[in-house]
Nanobody
Framework: QVHVVESGGGPVQPGGSLRLTCAVSGSGFTLDYWTIGWFRQAPGKEREGVSC????????YYSDSVKGRFTISKDNAKNTVYLQMNALTPEDTATYYC????????????????????WGQGTQVTVSS
């Protein structure tokens, strides 16, 4: 069993920054072999893919809405993935979820929720003045 836990959310003013953390654990788990995706869901909206870091080559993907503002990174030794979020706007307000999957990832798949087998409970980000 793989456990995914997000943290780092909270209130922030427009233009501010937050760093979300996704800690993944499990018997024999090695982050290097797993793809990690970040998703978010705003009230009244569907969940959407925000960013992803692929297992085979650490290639990072971003949605158009966050490209240039968010950065995904990981620390394999700590089995942890980070999402650095800068220049936040009220439109970034959402519950942010981390998800992981061991299988191969084709580029077009990273926003597909069905690809990911393990999900965290989410962390709330609220951008407001």
């Amino acid at each position: 069993q793989v456990h995914v836990v997000e943290s780092g959310g909270g209130p922030v003013q427009p233009g501010g920054s937050l760093r979300l953390t996704c800690a993944v654990s499990g018997s024999g788990f090695t982050l290097d072999y797993w793809t990690i995706g970040w998703f978010r869901q705003a009230p009244g909206k569907e969940r959407e893919g925000v960013s992803c870091i692929r297992n085979t080559d650490d290639i990072a993907y971003y949605s158009d809405s966050v490209k240039g503002r968010f950065t995904i990174s990981k620390d394999n030794a700590k089995n942890t993935v980070y999402l650095q979020m800068n220049a936040l706007t009220p439109e970034d307000t959402a519950t942010y979820y981390c998800a992981t999957e061991l299988g191969p990832l084709n580029e077009g798949m990273w926003t597909d929720e069905e690809y990911y087998d393990y999900w965290g409970q989410g962390t709330q980000v609220t951008v407001s003045s």
